[in-house]
């Protein structure tokens, strides 16, 4: 799916947050977007995903103006304790969306646990998601999003909160869906390094208020992202650099 924002701008009140945000996503693109806190990341996330009115200008997704949640869209947020049910088992989480489909019982649980088993969880589909860590909720609420196999991915700071390690793994998890499935992503970070080592391209937005982009660049990486040889390229630390200027100002 192709997204494109159209001079964008939003404000709450008297207060103007993003302004004259003009930007195409390709067909499959991981696009990652970073900025300091406040200057509005979850908000373009939120009106790309029709949950809030663009104020100015427009959201499209493949040339259709958005003005509800576009179908073939998922959304992952930070805050995944919050967004799985605890009431449900970890299968019955993530077999949730597919009802919408109209799939009958076994389908559903029968695709769920091919999802689990592909974010590296066979077997905990019975548990609920109060007895799982943090990353493995975490990959539960990517399994979620991926269940029916959206064409549109929105993820607002997913790994944030999770430990270095767990952080990786889900990172590199993140890439192996993007390169299999071909899927649009806009992933929100506020890490510089995570920006460069996911995404195709790397879009800074200056802080609040009225925030707009302030570099827009491709990441040209070259091999295979690999978490210690990639980080360690030349290539790669001259990105990270020039990212970590443009959010600083400087
Ligand atoms: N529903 C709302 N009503 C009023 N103001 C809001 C609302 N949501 C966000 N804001 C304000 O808009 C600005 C941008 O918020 P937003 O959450 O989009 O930024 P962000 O870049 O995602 O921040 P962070 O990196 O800290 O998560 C902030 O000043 C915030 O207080």
């Not at 996503?25 to 900025?35: K, R, S």
């Not at 009106?47 to 073939?72: F, I, S």
């Not at 390169?179 to 200056?206: A, P």
Request: hydrophobic share 40%.
């Amino acid at each position: 799916m192709t997204l494109r924002l159209d001079s964008l701008g939003q404000r709450y009140g008297d207060q103007r947050v993003l302004h004259d945000i003009t930007l195409t996503v390709p067909d499959g693109q991981l696009l990652c977007v970073v900025g300091p806190s406040g200057c509005g990341k979850s908000t373009l996330l939120r009106t790309v995903a029709g949950l809030q009115p663009a104020r100015e200008g427009t959201v499209t997704v493949d040339g259709t103006p958005v003005t509800g949640v576009p179908d073939q869209l998922a959304v992952v947020f930070q805050d995944y304790g919050r967004s799985l049910f605890p009431w449900l088992t970890v299968r019955d989480n993530v077999a949730l969306p597919l009802r919408r489909r109209g799939l009958a019982r076994a389908e559903r649980r029968a695709e769920a646990e091919r999802i689990l088993e592909r974010v590296g969880l066979d077997g905990a589909g019975r548990r609920h998601p109060w007895q799982l860590s943090g990353g493995m909720q975490q990959r539960v609420a990517i399994a979620r999003a991926l269940v029916c196999r959206p064409s549109l991915l929105l993820m607002d700071e997913p790994f944030g909160s999770l430990d270095a390690q767990t952080r990786e793994d889900l990172e590199d998890l993140l890439l192996e869906v993007h390169r299999t499935d071909g899927t649009t992503i806009v992933f929100v970070t506020h890490d510089i390094d995570e920006s460069v080592y996911v995404g195709d391209r790397v879009v800074v937005l200056s802080p609040a208020p009225a925030s707009r982009i302030v570099l827009d660049l491709p990441v040209e990486l070259p091999g295979g992202r690999d978490q210690i040889a990639t980080r360690g390229l030349p290539e790669f630390v001259a990105l990270r650099a020039e990212v970590g200027r443009a959010v600083r100002g400087s």
